[in-house]
C-alpha cells in the first residue's frame, strides 16, 4: 500500500476508534477548530513496566484502546461574535500521564493536610451512597485520566487495596473540586463513551453529581444538548 493509501486506513481507523466525533463536530452549527491530536500506539513493555510499577492490572479494553492509541485529546471551539471561544475538551492522559492522583499536601505550606488528612468518612455519613468511595490513603490506587481543565479529575480506581497485593478490579470516578467522589462507570469503554456522548462539553462531569454543573456550563450545553447524537455502537478496542 502507498503512503496515500495508508494515510487513508490510518484515518479510517481513527475515525472508528473516536466513534467519528470530529465529522460529528464539525457538522454541529456554532462549531469550529476541531482539532484532534493524533497519536502512535504505546509500546507493550510500557504498560508491562506501568503494571509493575504500581502494583495494578490495566484493564483489558484500557490496555487495547493504549495499544492503538496512547492518550486521547480533542479539543473545539464555540463561534462568539465571529471569533473562535476554546469551550469542549476531552482528554485521556497517556500511559505516561497515568500517575498517582498527588499526595503532596494541598497547600504548599509547612504542617498542612494531604489528602489523605482529609479523608473523613464522617464527611460522608449523610450521602446516599451504595458503593463504598475511594479513599485518599492506602485503602485506594487512584490514577488520573483526565484533568478537566481543572474542574475536577476523573480517576481510575482500584478500591479495597492491601499493601503488597496486587490491583486488578478498577472503576471510573469523578473527584470535584470539593474532594467528593462520584461514580461514573464500572469500565473505560463505558467512560469513553460517556465522554465522546457529552462532547467535552464544560463540567460535564457535574452532571452525575447532586448538584450539577454551574450556571454558565449549563448555558453552553443547553445549546448543544439537542444537537449531540448517540454515539455508534462501534468496538473501541
Not at 83 to 109: R, T
Not at 166 to 177: I, K
Request: aromatic fraction near 10%.
Amino acid at each position: 500500500m502507498d503512503d496515500a493509501g495508508s494515510r487513508g486506513a490510518a484515518g479510517r481507523f481513527v475515525e472508528r476508534l473516536t466513534l467519528g466525533i470530529a465529522r460529528v463536530l464539525d457538522s454541529l452549527p456554532g462549531v469550529m477548530d476541531v482539532q484532534l491530536v493524533e497519536r502512535e500506539p504505546a509500546e507493550r513493555h510500557m504498560l508491562l513496566s506501568w503494571e509493575q510499577k504500581h502494583d495494578c492490572v490495566l484493564p483489558e479494553d484500557l490496555k487495547d484502546f493504549y495499544l492503538t492509541m496512547d492518550g486521547f485529546h480533542l479539543s473545539w471551539s464555540s463561534k462568539l461574535d465571529g471569533e473562535p471561544l476554546p469551550l469542549g475538551c476531552m482528554v485521556v492522559n497517556s500511559v505516561s500521564k497515568l500517575l498517582p492522583l498527588c499526595q503532596s499536601p494541598v497547600y504548599s505550606l509547612p504542617s498542612t493536610p494531604t489528602l489523605a488528612d482529609l479523608d473523613c468518612e464522617e464527611d460522608r455519613e449523610g450521602l446516599d451512597c451504595q458503593l463504598q468511595e475511594p479513599h485518599f490513603d492506602s485503602r485506594s490506587r487512584i490514577f488520573e485520566l483526565d484533568p478537566c481543565s481543572g474542574n475536577g479529575k476523573v480517576c481510575l480506581v482500584y478500591r479495597n487495596t492491601e499493601p503488597g497485593a496486587v490491583a486488578e478490579q478498577c472503576e471510573v470516578w469523578f473527584l470535584d473540586l470539593a474532594l467528593y467522589w462520584h461514580y461514573l462507570t464500572s469500565s473505560f469503554t463505558a467512560y469513553y463513551r460517556l465522554m465522546i456522548t457529552h462532547l467535552g462539553l464544560p463540567e460535564w462531569q457535574y452532571r452525575f453529581t447532586p448538584y450539577g454543573p454551574s450556571p454558565q456550563a449549563r448555558v453552553w450545553s443547553l445549546g448543544l444538548d439537542h444537537e449531540i447524537p448517540s454515539p455508534p455502537c462501534q468496538n473501541t478496542s
